[in-house]
């Protein structure tokens, strides 16, 4: 039966997606280590596992489909993951009409029609050159073998040979593409799902010269790995817009007009989809204001599921169009979650932390056993990613920490869990990470019988300097206010290792493997060693406005004996800064610093 063969092949190719998902993600644009394309193809598969795998035994296609299609449009993430939720769809419905068991070339060629028919309908404006380049060639190959009448099996390879050559042709079919020799990395990642898919069916372990249509496989593929081993991004389109805004949304009436407010999309951004059923809807739109966008939903219906993040911009290097001001805002931009137990471990955490509800965080830790009765007065919850921050954050008073931040942003749902684990009548909340704020209001306002204020924090230092200033008598509105302004007056610096070739703010070159210092999103300095680019822009930082106390925080990759020698150094070199040295213990960040 076709249910038995997707309960058996789904799993496996969603599983080569996951594990690729950190090749994919180290092939984006900015510098800096973060994620993106394969982080949310993985995170909407895996939905779609998870509801096959508890379809009942001799469930019928009609079951399947749906399954399909509620578990990829609630898991979507990203623009990415919006459409490859629309092109599973249109599969699942079209195979709802396979009367024969295999199935045939020509069932399998109209399931693909249908699914290019659904994904472009969820499309307002189609890019060729994108994964629609890939359902859309397949479907065309379907029907083209259809009408030879090519056996089933060879159908299949034949398909992801064309998938692959599909992915090799997007930079011919997209400018940008072409101009920073690269492949589009939404198309790369649903090759890799077809393949891996077919395989699965077939029994295909690896690819063999002794089969030409394998043989051939291998062939495209070597001609998108002369393109993937430079780099690969998703957001091809060169959107002008900073915040990948996406959400559910589920409407309270049944005449929600999807026409209008996809229009209404349309005003406050591009890349607009509006998918789903009423009164089910996934929202995705890049847009400069997402709290317009929540605002206008959320007064015809609910929404949930939150997912705000900050797009890589990196205008001059891509595009004439943005303005100068935006170039530099880009070169901070997406810093989110990629793999899973390294990091877990890098940071101090249990492993598999990051596996959790929200695929790329949200692991949620508790100072003591959870509290039952009566709720207390006032409670802290922050955001951090090392063991080290954490520490000092409890220290200090918070009592729920949320791990996330810098490479992996918490979900609204891991915030509002931690918010309900606090169980107190009134909770400050620190996001710490300026792609964390967005959850953060969201779940504030989302929570019910607790009363709750974000200090709008870009960094666990920022935190810090606010905890430091907690009066438990202060009335909440005037303690959110105290602190903020607390944290308005820690400047923050960040140091790590550029992972591909990119510029500075100033335009200069920077090579994969250089040291580069980060400050308020823009990479100012750029080195080979660690020390000295820390040395550099703490100088830079105190010439343009000069402070007394210096916080270090040192990662996980930055041992003790390099970490005193460093300590000293910077003694040294400002005789009159204070210095607070402590381990943070983040990952990928040897060293965070702030200064006030």
Known sequence: MIVDVIKHCFPVAASAVEQRSDEINKLNVFPVPDGDTGTNMSLTLKTVVTEIINLPPRASMKKAAEAITHG??????????????QILRGLAEGLMSVKHDPITTEELALAWRNAKKVAYKAVRKPVQGTILTVVSDVSDKADELARKKVPLDTALNELVKESYEAVARTPDLLPVLKENGVVDSGAFGFAIFVEAFVNAYLGNETTTS???????????????????????????EGSQYRYCTEFLFKANNKNFNEKRNLNYLASQGDCELLVGKNPDYKIHVHTNEPDKVLNHMLKQGQVFEVFIHNMDLEAKDRTESIAADQEADALGAKKRGTSGGAKDKAAGFPEGAYAAKGGASGLVQKQGKAKKGPKVPRAFVAVCAGSGEAEILRSLGVDIIVQGGQTMNPSTADLLHAIEEAHAKEVVLFPNNSNVRMAAEAAASAVKGTQVGVVPTKTVPQAFSAMFVNEPDLP??????????????????EVTTAVRDSKAADNSKIKKGDIIGIEDDDICVVGKTVGQVTLELIKKMQTDDEGDTLTLLAGADMDDAHYKKLVKAIERAFPDLEVDAQRGEQPLYPIIFSIE
Request: aromatic share 4%; proline share 2%.
């Open 72 to 85: 990829s449009l609630m898991g979507a993430r990203g623009n990415s993951g919006v459409i490859t939720s």
């Open 210 to 236: 002794f089969d030409p249509s394998i043989a051939s496989t291998a062939d495209a593929k070597e001609l998108v790995n002369a393109h993937v081993h430079i780099q690969v991004n998703e957001d091809w």
């Open 476 to 493: 909440l509105s005037d303690l959110l206010g105290a602190m903020e302004i607390a944290a308005g007056e820690v400047r923050g610096g």
